[in-house]
């Protein structure tokens, strides 16, 4: 795969200490780092999980400094492996479903969401079909709480984006700047 974007982890806060500069999906970080505290995404849009192998929590990052974890929403300085968003750009578009296998009410979007209430009344998100670009949804209103990375394709259920529940509360197009 081709280099979409460059990323450097810091162990500290404020990019002290050691670090590890990455160009490609990582599967295993451990080796580099015993913590993350502060990115720094060079270019790109890139999605970092909590645990090895692209498990646990994720965190959706666009270029830009984040001095410390928590200015990505973390919830600890665990960073274990990390994904490159292929550049995306042009149309963006997603269709949720208010139940399993596209069934029942679907509501179709192009631009981001900040209240998916005000548009879609269901109360959650049950599967979902990505058609172009990619996307994150938050579990709770304004881009907050748990976020989960959706690319291109079909998610038959949310546990197919590893959403514990169908709670979905804002959704937001993921622009490689």
């Given at each position: ?26 599967p ?6 015993s ?7 060079k ?29 990505w ?17 042009g149309?963006?578009?997603?269709r949720?479903?208010e ?28 599967s979902?079909?990505v058609q172009?670009?990619?996307?994150v ?12 990375l ?6 038959r259920?949310h546990?197919?984006?590893?959403a514990p ?8 197009r993921?622009?490689c700047?």
């Amino acid at each position: 795969m081709d280099s979409a974007g460059k990323i450097t982890f810091y162990q500290d806060q404020n990019y002290k200490g050691d670090y590890y500069e990455c160009s490609s999906d990582c599967p295993e970080l451990n080796g580099h780092l015993s913590r993350c505290s502060s990115v720094r995404v060079k270019s790109g849009a890139w999605v970092l999980f909590e645990r090895p192998n692209y498990l646990g929590y994720q965190y959706v990052l666009t270029k830009g400094e984040y001095p410390d974890y928590r200015q990505w929403m973390g919830y600890t300085d665990s960073v274990r492996s990390c994904h490159v968003i292929p550049n995306v750009s042009g149309a963006f578009r997603i269709r949720v479903f208010e139940r399993p296998d596209f069934g029942g009410q679907t509501l179709e979007c192009t631009q981001d969401v900040s209240q998916l209430s005000d548009l879609w009344l269901q109360g959650a998100v049950h599967s979902a079909q990505v058609q172009d670009g990619a996307w994150v949804l938050y579990e709770l209103p304004d881009y907050r709480g748990h976020q989960y990375l959706l690319e291109r394709g079909q998610y038959r259920r949310h546990t197919e984006w590893a959403a514990p529940d169908p709670t979905v509360g804002s959704l937001r197009r993921v622009l490689c700047v």
